[in-house]
């Protein structure tokens, strides 16, 4: 199939691109990386009248220290933030999850920011920077820039909190800090693929005791999911049977996993149990892809 007709828009700057999304609002798609969207129009499962090309907005792009934070502009391409040495050292989780974003020719074209904004349950970096407790900054011609936490961003099925006249512009990630502890993992049915179940991890590790934990599961609901009850469940104690048992419990509080052809809920529960029980073992040891 192809792509409906649309009108074509090369922006050259983010007041511009602003301009075009107050006049067109869901009528406009915004066009970044198109790893997602460039498939979803040559099926006919979206066909907006506009498409914003924002990829000469230079602003966008980059990744920087500002303080206690990383700033990951919103265009910046997924194999550019993965082999960043700013997030090598300081956002370890995010360095973790990238080799199982998609393979490399999408990870030279996709970027951050539409990951992020695009909002798939599947994929990686929403629930890094859930697990991290991100903030991101979308801007408008009539509200101007706005600061969200991620953990009010992700509403649903490809829903999110950005309107129609929004941009999202970059998040700021707060970095590291002592004694802090990431750790990621994912199943699926190969490689690359979209994941079954997943789970990204973050918290503060000392003498073998976890505090503090974010533990956020994607893959298996209509967004990523802050394991609440499992946090609580492991809080103050080590990577043991008991707290094993007490996360088995807890999981089927935090998670309501959907079925489909892929997995069934029951299935996609146990995979979050395995992975949750190897993610708190790689915590206490260190942290690292389990």
Sequence with gaps: MKAPRFLYVRVASL???LEVLAEYGDEASVLAGGQSLMPTLNMRLSSPKVLVDINRIDDLKGISLDGNMVRVGALSRHADVMTSPIVVEHLPLIAQAYPFVAHAAVRNRGTFGGSVALADPASEMPACVLALNATLVLDSKA????????SDYFKGLYETER?????LIEARIPIKAAGEVSAFGELSRRHGDFA???V???GTVA???ITGLRPVYFGSEDRPVLGVATAA??????ATEETFAAVNVALGNDLDPLSNF???AATRLQLARVLTKRALTSMVNGGGVV
């Design 143 to 150: 509200g101007g820039r706005r600061n969200v936490a991620a």
């Design 207 to 209: 003498n073998g005791v």
């Design 196 to 198: 079954l179940a997943g």
């Design 200 to 202: 990204a991890m973050h």
């Design 233 to 238: 469940a492991v809080e103050g104690k080590g």
């Design 163 to 167: 309107r129609d006249d929004e941009l």
């Design 262 to 264: 892929h997995a069934d």
């Design 15 to 17: 007041v511009e691109a």
